[in-house]
């Protein structure tokens, strides 16, 4: 097997267990707080969850491009390997905490660690031929997905089997084997004279450079709104679920199936549209991608019954497997030499600062325009983000782009 393939997968099922450990205590943080934590009052529980939660997005928005500068200086399997074993042990310190303090300290520290994904993707982006690098991006994201969606499916599924402590155990255990795949499987073509011999910028000198190239700062704001039109109805999908179910029978099943069905489709769809990214080109599979995604909200609004709305979420994921991979596909193409991961650290910073104020935004929002109005609002920002990706990107193309031989 070609390397760019064997690295693709150890880091994919790096990626998938990397999302799935910070997404996987979203169904039982709540429980663990109370019957583990020793929180009684609910208001304080909801207080507590909302920030521990928050926090490991909140420094990781800080510290990705601080990582990805030393990336493009040491090497980015460097980087991989110094996060991994990092979130594995304070995955399994989780497990210890006595007070919500400590929990909430240890996901700050993870946050502040993190950074195996935009190393991940720096590293395969580097090493994957370029006219597979669609299909590669589409691959990885996939498994990022994948994790983040199926996460807490997971999390919830190990509350009941084993109770609440030993899922950081496992996790932590999980996150180890990958980072040591990685260490032994995953090799990487990385000049430290040449990498050395480079001025490097300093993490604000650097963004400043990066910022005056006009595609990337487009697709930065692509990956922003995207992941803020995702996240904003996401933590009331549950009270959606029930207003159409109309009974509390299999209830939290049924929450959660509709909550997964999006990651489902989206790691079917993301290693296909890659492929066609490469045949077609990554803008124009973006753009259709984000005008598919922005159509898939409206009829969510308009479900009548709980399998409308798992349909419907079943096609949004058949659209956003198009999006992130293109993103990456397209930040790989603009960005200069010698500064693909800060690139993609600044993107996960996005990233990150979608996941945070998303939730809250449609938090607030939902007690103006309400569940369905959130909808609306996802699609129409979508749409938004289609025209800004076609002045930006597509609309500079030729108009018959040469494709790559098969």
Not at 224 to 246: D, K, R, W
């Amino acid at each position: 097997m070609e390397q760019w393939k064997k690295n693709l997968i150890v880091l994919w099922f790096g990626q998938f267990l990397v999302m799935a450990g910070m997404t996987m205590i979203i169904p039982f943080l709540t429980l663990y707080l109370q019957f583990e934590l020793g929180l009684s009052d609910p208001h304080e529980i909801g207080v507590w969850a909302g920030v521990i939660f928050a926090g490991n997005f909140v420094t990781a928005f800080i510290f990705q491009p601080i990582w990805g500068k030393l990336s493009d200086r040491y090497g980015r399997k460097m980087m991989l390997l110094r996060s991994g074993f990092g979130m594995a042990i304070v995955m399994v310190l989780m497990g210890f905490a006595t007070n919500p303090w400590h929990l909430l300290l240890l996901r700050m520290l993870n946050g502040t660690i993190s950074g195996f994904n935009p190393a991940s993707i720096a590293l395969v982006s580097a090493t994957t031929p370029k006219e597979r690098m669609g299909f590669a991006m589409g691959s990885l994201q996939s498994g990022a997905i994948g994790g983040t969606i199926l996460g807490p499916l997971i999390g919830g599924l190990l509350a009941d089997a084993v109770g609440y402590r030993p899922i950081f155990y496992i996790t932590g255990a999980l996150l180890f084997i990958a980072s040591l795949l990685a260490l032994f499987v995953v090799k990487e073509s990385f000049d430290l004279a040449k990498a050395a011999s480079r001025v490097q910028a300093s993490v604000m000198e650097g963004f400043k450079r990066i910022s005056r190239i006009p595609q990337l700062m487009a697709l930065f704001g692509v990956t922003l709104f995207i992941q803020f039109a995702n996240m904003s109805p996401m933590t009331l999908i549950p009270l959606y679920v029930q207003e159409l179910h109309g009974s509390t029978e299999n209830l939290a099943f049924l929450a959660g199936f509709v909550g997964s069905v999006t990651g489902l489709s989206n790691m079917i769809a993301s290693p296909l549209l890659g492929r066609l990214s490469d045949r077609i080109g990554a803008e124009r599979v973006l753009a259709v991608s984000l005008v598919g995604a922005a159509l898939a909200f409206i009829p969510q609004a308009m479900a009548d019954t709980v399998w409308q709305l798992l349909l419907a979420r079943f096609g949004l994921g058949l659209f956003l497997g198009g999006l992130i991979p293109a993103v990456n596909s397209l930040i790989r193409k603009y960005t200069p030499d010698g500064m693909e991961s800060r690139a993609y650290s600044f993107n996960s910073s996005t990233l990150s600062l979608g996941n945070m104020i998303g939730p809250i935004a449609g938090g607030a929002l939902s007690g103006y325009i309400g569940i369905h109005g959130l909808f609306y609002v996802s699609g129409a920002l979508m749409l938004l983000n289609g025209a800004w990706a076609w002045h930006s990107l597509l609309r500079k193309l030729p108009r018959r782009q040469k494709q790559p031989p098969a």
